[in-house]
């Protein structure tokens, strides 16, 4: 059990990640631990996908004289295109939140619930 846990630990770290930000999701109130809840979340995707990526004995994408296993580079170019929106995703989330809390005083959600449908 210990081997495989220790050959595997990237697939355990992603499943801590989204067992956190899913958690974080669900039970939390406030909207501003939700919104961090969701960027720890979408940190053990993008781990996902890169673990997906890896290639043993893999070499960068350069074709030299040889050759060999390439690794291929559209996954990381995907996740760091998720990565810029998921930055432009939370300032948006954050900037809501602001103006949230400017208008109605408060950032739990059953609260402004309450508050709307009053």
């Known amino acids: 059990m210990f081997e495989l846990l220790n050959s595997h630990y990237n697939y355990f770290a992603v499943m801590l ?3 956190i930000g899913l958690y974080m999701l ?6 501003v631990k939700k919104v961090i809840g969701m ?3 979408q940190t053990g995707i993008f781990l996902f ?8 004995g893999g070499n960068p ?3 030299k004289d040889g050759g060999g ?12 295109t998720a990565i810029v929106v998921g930055v432009s995703l939370t300032a ?6 602001i103006r949230i809390y400017a208008e109605y005083g ?6 402004l619930k309450q508050l709307y449908y009053d």
């Open 17 to 19: 990640l989204l067992g």
């Open 26 to 31: 669900i039970e939390s109130r406030n909207l």
């Open 39 to 41: 960027n720890i979340f």
């Open 49 to 56: 996908f890169i673990t997906l990526a890896f290639r043993a």
């Open 61 to 63: 994408p350069i074709i």
């Open 69 to 80: 296993p390439y690794v291929s580079p559209l996954p990381h170019v995907l996740i760091l």
């Open 92 to 97: 948006v989330a954050l900037a809501l939140i």
């Open 106 to 111: 408060t950032l739990d959600e059953d609260k």
